[in-house]
């Protein structure tokens, strides 16, 4: 068998072959290609681990009036008071990447993070004392020592998480340049990550599970 009969059998059996066999060869071959080729490439050319990034809480969910709508300015007047200690305006807010937040399940693209050039309002990925790195917007950037620390403060949340006052161990106002993972550039897809989250939110505890607003 040359080559050009072997490609013909190869791509009949992965596109066109309807049996069977035909959509088990196609499974393995997409899953290992995903696996061992597609991933590790995307992995590179973004310089991180996570080019993409499943959202696993409500944390940064805004509330929806209506199907897909954003009533920013509602969020806003709900909201404002916890970004007056950092000086963040509604203006300032209003040009935020992905000012409406997101919600969980959402599947998010994400890049190398460069300390020098993370601003307040841009959302980050960092390891946080937890199984999965934690997603929030920075609220404030200070230098110590020649080094970035970075606080944030999750959309959805009414303050941010310290250690002296919660049970997580969580401090995310001393968030150190080591502990980037990356930087959130778009949403990818609205809620399709729940195709993984389904198999593990179960586990949660019962006021972490399911939906955002659901309550």
């Known amino acids: 068998m040359n080559f050009k009969e072997g490609w013909k059998k190869f791509w009949h059996l992965l596109w066109k072959d309807q049996s069977l066999k035909g959509w ?11 696996k061992l080729l597609f991933f590790p490439v995307l992995n590179f050319a973004t310089g991180t681990t ?10 940064m969910y ?10 920013f300015n509602t969020w806003w007047n709900k909201n ?12 300032d807010f209003k040009n935020f990447k992905l000012k409406n937040g997101f919600s969980k399940g959402d599947i998010l693209a994400a890049g190398k993070p460069k300390p020098e050039e ?17 997603i929030h ?8 020592n020649g080094k970035y620390i970075f606080s944030t403060l999750g959309d959805n949340n009414p303050y941010s998480f310290e250690i002296n006052n919660n049970p997580y161990l969580i401090d995310e106002v001393n968030i150190k340049e080591e502990q980037l993972v990356a ?7 609205p809620h399709l990550g729940w195709g993984k989250l389904i198999f593990y939110d179960w586990r949660k505890p019962e006021l972490e599970r399911g939906l955002c607003g659901k309550n």
């Open 24 to 34: 088990i060869f196609a499974f393995v071959f997409l899953f290992v290609f995903i």
């Open 50 to 59: 996570y080019p993409t990034a499943i959202v696993e809480s409500c944390s």
């Open 62 to 71: 805004h509330d929806i009036d209506f199907i897909f709508f954003h009533d």
């Open 80 to 91: 404002s008071k916890k970004y007056e200690k950092y000086n963040i305006t509604k203006e």
């Open 118 to 134: 993370l601003k307040i309002g841009d959302i980050i990925i960092f390891n946080a004392n937890q199984k999965n790195p934690l």
């Open 137 to 144: 917007r920075i609220v404030k950037i200070r230098q110590e």
């Open 183 to 189: 930087k959130v550039s778009f949403k990818i897809a």
